[in-house]
């Protein structure tokens, strides 16, 4: 089974703050994605990368960064918070870019913004 | 422009009766349908998916049908279970790295 691991399930941050989301996949998945999940807005795409060091912006990349430094371990950063983030954020991975494979999530990580 | 929609925000069955979860699609292009479950501060959990090639899938009590002249997918949870109260999310993809999403159905189950 895939397993991607999100390192906190809850956050609170201060506005202006830089926070680091963080997440591992144990299948050696090339493919890493960053969602966030708002009510009545579905899942939208932040980020995703397809192999280290390699990024692609998603449908909403404003105000975020990533960092995929190594094939296991995608990294979403905020550069400085402001309360609209305060959202649940979703990482997945997939193993075919281009092909019909599904999306594995992570727990998620609820930040609040304050 | 939503590309993927679910209609309805919620859905409430009796335990035992069939669940239909309903999803409408706009682009043609799509070709990879999924259906995705989600219980509260939990991530999404892939459920069932379905290729543009066939009309219909099955895994155990959980059947997804496509109707691609009517750009029309459904999930069918039959019997339904006290545990299958959650949210659904359907999803498509045009076999590219891109996930559509719609905004979630919240199925809840009656004992």
């Known amino acids: 089974d895939v397993k991607v691991t999100q390192s906190s399930r809850y956050l609170v941050k201060r506005t202006g703050e830089k926070v680091f989301l963080e997440c591992v996949q144990d299948m050696d998945h090339e493919n890493m994605f960053w969602y966030r999940q708002d009510p009545g807005l579905g899942l939208r795409l932040i980020y995703f990368s397809y192999d280290v060091k390699m990024k692609e912006k998603g449908d909403i990349p404003e105000g975020y960064s990533v960092s995929r430094e190594k094939k296991e371990r995608f990294s979403l950063i905020l550069e400085s918070a402001s309360t609209n983030q305060t959202s649940m954020y979703l990482c997945?991975?997939?193993?075919?870019?281009?092909?019909?494979?599904?999306?594995?999530f992570g727990n998620g990580t609820r930040l609040t913004v304050t | 422009d939503q590309q993927v929609k679910q209609n309805s925000p919620s859905l409430s069955v009796q335990e035992g009766r069939i669940s239909i979860l309903n999803c409408d699609y706009t682009?043609?292009?799509?070709?990879?349908f999924l259906w995705y479950k989600k219980y509260p501060a939990e991530g999404p959990t892939f459920l069932i998916s379905i290729s543009s090639i066939k009309d219909k899938n099955e895994d155990g009590r959980f059947t997804v049908f496509l109707n691609k002249s009517a750009k029309h997918l459904s999930l069918h949870i039959v019997p339904s279970q006290p545990g299958d109260s959650a949210v659904y999310f359907c999803?498509?993809?045009?076999?590219?790295?891109?996930?559509?999403f719609g905004t979630g159905t919240r199925l809840k189950v009656l004992a």
């Open positions: 997945a991975s997939k193993g075919l870019l281009m092909g019909n494979s599904p999306l594995h």
């Open positions: 682009n043609s292009m799509f070709d990879y």
């Open positions: 999803a498509a993809s045009a076999g590219t790295y891109k996930y559509i």
